[in-house]
Nanobody, 132 residues
Framework: QLRLVETGGGTVQPGGSLRLSCVLSGFSPDILDYHAIGWFRQAPGKDREGVSC????????DFADSVKGRFTISRENAKNTVYLQMNSLKSEDTAVYYCAAVWARGPLSNTCVLPAGVYEYWGQGTQVTVSA
């Protein structure tokens, strides 16, 4: 069973930065080589929204239009960890942020997608609040 744990959430002023971490465990030591990882968020009263993703090869990434130029995604294979660096935060970025994983090898290894329904394994979420 694959397990994902998000950390790094908190409260920050508009214009500030946060870095979220998603640590994966279980399955195998090379988890990230077999799974695409996505970051999602859900604000109160809104649907879950895809924010960013990174492919199992590490070569492919995607971002929601609302975060392009402000957020970056990266991974550290030795730690089975994927990071979401969030800069220039806005009040509308306030949400619970989740990371999720989906098996992706072969022809799928260089791409990732943002629809939440594709992802099989989910973390418990971490709260991000942007407020003055």
């Amino acid at each position: 069973q694959l397990r994902l744990v998000e950390t790094g959430g908190g409260t920050v002023q508009p214009g500030g930065s946060l870095r979220l971490s998603c640590v994966l465990s279980g399955f195998s030591p090379d988890i990230l080589d077999y799974h695409a990882i996505g970051w999602f968020r859900q604000a109160p009263g809104k649907d879950r929204e895809g924010v960013s993703c990174i492919s199992s090869s590490g070569d492919g990434t995607d971002f929601a239009d609302s975060v392009k130029g402000r957020f970056t995604i990266s991974r550290e294979n030795a730690k089975n960890t994927v990071y979401l660096q969030m800069n220039s935060l806005k009040s509308e970025d306030t949400a619970v942020y989740y990371c999720a994983a989906v098996w992706a090898r072969g022809p799928l290894s260089n791409t990732c997608v943002l629809p939440a329904g594709v992802y099989e394994y989910w973390g418990q979420g971490t709260q991000v609040t942007v407020s003055a």
